[in-house]
């Protein structure tokens, strides 16, 4: 059975960090882009950031560009996300996903396997 288990969701204040996590069990994913989307209440999911099955590539979206960074380690199986300078608009329930391929391009279209989700509330 496969699960994608995110942690390090909380509180933070503004201008602060967070590193959320996002191991997956039960099958490996190295050779498949994994990818991170926030949902806030009232608003459509919005894509977050992606990386590659090798890590050597990765995607933002704009809104958090040079503000968050994505990384992975295949050994462990799972993936990160560093969320540096948080905004209050930064407030949702982020979730963790393993894509349809092994490029970043994947993540846009099709999501195999979703994360249960974890609330990051930003307060100003």
């Known amino acids: 059975q496969v699960q994608l288990v995110e942690s390090g969701g909380g509180l933070v204040q503004a201008g602060g960090s967070l590193r959320l996590s996002c191991a997956a069990s039960g099958r490996t994913f190295s050779n498949y882009a994994r990818g991170w989307f926030r949902q806030a209440p009232g608003k459509d999911r919005e894509f977050v950031a992606a990386i590659s099955w090798s890590g050597g590539s990765t995607a933002y979206g704009d809104s958090v560009k040079g503000r968050f960074t994505i990384s992975r380690d295949n050994a462990k199986n799972t993936v990160y996300l560093q969320m540096n300078s948080l905004k209050p608009e930064d407030t949702a329930v982020y979730s963790c996903?393993?894509?349809?391929?092994?490029?970043?391009?994947?993540?846009?279209?099709?999501?195999?396997?979703w994360g249960q989700g974890t609330q990051v509330t930003v307060s100003s």
């Open positions: 996903a393993v894509c349809g391929a092994s490029d970043t391009d994947s993540c846009y279209y099709y999501k195999q396997y």
